[in-house]
């Protein structure tokens, strides 16, 4: 909705804007940095409302508050790393932050998504699933070689499912108008 690569901090005071952004990275860095990424679609539509619901009931009834605090810091070191264009930090942090979410909920990745993920981490890159989870979209974060390498076995896992298939990217600057 507001373009760029942001981070969002989500304020709990009354009268103060609900969320302040960060720019994390520039619009003249946009276009060597998607060459850092890569998108794929699962094949299948997200149904993460099972999955959303399930996060709020554990966080409401105090299970896996160790959890949701290493999330935190991992979502913090994510964009610190990135703002700083370290790469091997925030790969670091986005592999945690998945597998701390995938011990929480073991469904939010499919066969497809599992495959996707572990390829991702086998070849020194980050992947994570957008919203939350259960189908859909997984991104991957790496070194411009690392991606490339990791673009034909996304290709080949990806062609085991209709529908699923990568997809192009590019980075809007100004969002929605």
Known sequence: MYGGINAWYWQAEIGRPPFKRQTILRKPLFNNFRHHLLLAY????????????????????????????????????????????????????MNRDMAIRRIMTPEVLDTIGEQ?????????????????????????????????????IWERVLSGRKHAHLIDLEIDSKGVL
């Open 42 to 93: 699962s094949g299948i539509p997200h149904e993460s409302k099972n999955i959303n619901n399930r996060w709020v009931r554990q966080f409401l009834s105090g299970d896996f508050r160790r959890h949701w605090s290493e999330i935190i810091d991992c979502t913090h070191q994510f964009a610190e790393a990135l703002s700083n264009q370290n790469f091997v930090d925030a790969i670091k942090a």
């Open 116 to 152: 996707l993920v572990e390829s991702a981490v086998e070849n020194n890159c980050g992947a994570r699933f957008t919203g939350a989870g259960g189908g859909g979209c997984i991104w991957a974060l790496g070194h411009i070689e690392d991606i490339d390498k990791l673009k034909s």
